[in-house]
């Protein structure tokens, strides 16, 4: 399978790549690790006129520390967050998440702004990203500006961005010494969530004092299960206490069906799945 | 679009359009067919090779992305004539049925071994999570990653396949002598 023709453009800055794409105009994509957009252009489910890659501006790749904020540039790959000990101890729900990622090679190629503007509701780092409340930094010709994570993704492959902006870089506060878990089920050969818990914790003595649960593909954006969050919050992490929780789980979602199951499926898996994030979070 | 790439320690300069993907360009312009497509949805890993060091799906990557970058083939891995390690692991256990995943499986196998010098079976079978065998159930190849990372000295990998600038200039073939 071969994509339709385009133009190729593989701008060193940021500045540039913004300006490429505004004279290229609506027809134009913006490519990242292109671990997503490659399989559509070659289905031709796509064809962009114009494809700019932004893989040679090297301001886009890294970690680094802004004051109780990590900022990950949107070109770091998969594999350099998974390797990465500021979000290995700030955000190590990130790190668990992307671990989970697809598979070696699409990590070494996939980044983690290019997952996240993508906005598959199967991705699995847009929940964590919801759980955590990350700030997303986006680029136009008019300047930056940051989007909330509820306000960032809108609907299926559908971001809070215009088509005229590119992401930029991902803020993310410090969650130090949280405890954390990304939990999913896939098919083996399949690595998409069929549904995915990421799970955060902040434990003071032998109870929950915080509690931050999002959920993957059970709507059309991520969710945060606020009911599971409200009923651990004071509670001392028990098997029942735990299954107690998970019960919310599926509150406030609108699962999709599909081959990979229906949505009364989907339901249950949340709650066994939210079940397991929690425990294998505080028993980590 | 004019591109230059190392592949396989020789330097390589073509005009390619921007949407040929690099595997057809290893396969039908360098004739390095040892790569081979399997899926051609970016799920089976049979197109495996290394970029800069690391494995990707050259399915799943632009001719033109890797302008400028280092590839190795399963074609680059032999040296003088004799298999790769892993390569003569994969021959000693009996990894295969068909091969036809074969090259995939090594290239990846070798790009674990680099960051797992000593991986256990789980860490085997996740390493390769991305490689699709219809034949073997996974117990031989398994087998061959393991055997194969006792064999080899600790570090040999993709860092030990970086072949040095001035070896590349030796070996450099015209495009004519390749094709002939």
């Known amino acids: ?284 | 679009m004019r591109i230059t790439m190392t592949v396989d320690g020789t330097k390589y300069t073509d005009d390619v359009e921007p949407r040929m993907l690099l595997v057809h360009y290893l396969r039908e312009r360098l004739g390095k067919t040892g790569t081979v497509v399997g899926c051609d949805t970016s799920n089976c890993g049979a197109c495996t090779v290394h970029l800069d060091g690391h494995s990707v799906k050259s399915c799943s990557v632009l001719a033109v992305q890797a302008d400028g970058c280092e590839v190795t083939t399963i074609e680059g891995l032999a040296r003088d004539g004799r298999l790769h390690p892993v390569q003569q692991a994969f021959h000693d256990n009996h990894a295969l049925q068909c091969g036809f995943c074969t090259p995939g499986m090594i290239m990846q196998a070798v790009d674990l071994l680099a960051d797992n010098p000593d991986p256990d079976e789980q860490a085997v079978r996740q390493g390769l999570e991305g490689n699709l065998c219809r034949c073997t159930g996974y117990q031989n190849i398994v087998r061959a990653v393991r055997d194969a990372a006792q064999k080899m000295s600790p570090g040999a990998g993709p860092e030990a396949e970086q072949v040095a600038d001035e070896t590349a200039e030796a070996t450099k073939l015209s495009r004519a002598e390749v094709q002939s």
């Open chain 1, 1 to 284: 399978m071969i994509p339709a023709a385009f133009d190729y453009q593989a701008p060193t800055t940021l500045d540039d790549a913004v300006r490429i794409l505004a004279d290229a105009g609506e027809d134009a994509k913006v490519i990242a690790g292109g671990q997503s957009l490659l399989p559509v252009l070659r289905m031709r489910l796509a064809a962009p006129t114009v494809l700019i890659d932004l893989s040679r501006c090297a301001e886009l790749r890294g970690v680094r520390e802004d004051g109780g904020s990590l900022v990950i540039g949107a070109m770091t790959t998969h594999y350099d967050v998974q390797g990465d000990h500021l979000v290995r101890e700030h955000a190590a729900l990130l790190a668990m998440a992307t671990d989970t990622v697809a598979d070696p090679q699409v990590r070494h190629r996939g980044t983690f702004g290019g997952s996240l503007a993508h906005a598959d509701p199967a991705g699995d780092l847009l929940a964590p990203a919801l759980a955590l409340d990350c700030e997303f930094v986006v680029a136009g010709m008019d300047g930056r500006r940051t989007v909330a994570a509820n306000e960032f993704f809108v609907d299926y492959f559908t971001t809070a961005m215009a088509w005229n902006e590119i992401l930029c870089e991902v803020r993310v506060p410090k969650y130090t010494g949280w405890l954390a878990h990304y939990e999913k089920f896939n098919r083996v050969a399949q690595a998409w969530s069929i549904v995915g818990v990421a799970a955060a914790l902040r434990v003071d003595g032998s109870r929950i004092a915080e509690a931050r649960v999002g959920l993957t593909n059970m709507a059309s954006v991520p969710v945060r299960a606020r009911g599971v969050e409200d009923a651990l919050v004071g509670e001392e992490a028990t098997p029942e206490s735990i299954r107690a929780a998970a019960e919310h789980a599926a509150e406030g979602t609108s699962p999709t069906a599909d081959g990979d199951g229906d949505a009364e499926y989907r339901t249950q898996l949340a709650k066994v799945l939210t079940g397991r994030a929690v425990t294998a979070a505080m028993t980590a």
